[in-house]
């Protein structure tokens, strides 16, 4: 059974430490950013398996993005666990918009349209010279200039 919670801070501790290792979008700053925006996160959860969702307004029409696939530690169906998110969220949006591209779902709901676009994952275990030499060296410039003006990436989570 599908469990909303409304804003992070409704987040049982448990479910928070469980998502430590999720990405930036299951974190409360980035629920900050979203809200300073003028839009709202709210997280599906159910049995280990939880879902951010941004509701963004439109006129009077609410819609749903969703900036992430679901996080779990473990294996789940995510056909299902989607089906069932839909589902639920009916009763909060009136449309469910295309998903991001930092979304790397493995499956997708029943009755929606699957758009063909994809993302990189990279083994970061790699050295960094090697990392670097995959990259084009505009975005090597872009990441140098970065680094030059102070840029620091930190890790999400509690």
């Not at 992070?8 to 290792?21: F, T, V």
């Not at 959860?45 to 996080?71: C, G, T």
């Not at 666990?81 to 779902?105: C, K």
Request: aromatic residues 12%; proline residues 3%; hydrophobic residues 35%.
């Amino acid at each position: 059974m599908i469990q909303i919670f409304s804003c992070y801070s409704d987040i049982p501790q448990k479910i928070k430490h469980s998502i430590k290792e999720a990405n930036v979008f299951y974190t409360e700053e980035y629920e900050s950013f979203i809200r300073t925006s003028g839009h709202k996160c709210i997280y599906a959860y159910d049995e280990d398996v939880i879902l951010v969702i941004v509701v963004r307004k439109k006129l009077i029409f609410k819609y749903a993005v969703l900036p992430s696939d679901p996080f779990s530690n473990r294996e789940y169906d995510q056909k299902s666990f989607l089906n069932e998110v839909v589902r639920v969220l009916r009763r909060y949006v009136h449309w469910i918009s295309q998903t991001n591209a930092t979304a790397n779902f493995r499956e997708y709901p029943d009755n929606s349209i699957r758009i063909p676009f994809g993302n990189y994952i990279i083994d970061l275990t790699k050295e960094e010279t090697e990392l670097f030499s995959g990259v084009t060296s505009k975005c090597r410039n872009m990441i140098r200039r970065a680094e030059r003006d102070g840029v620091q990436v930190i890790r999400g989570g509690a």
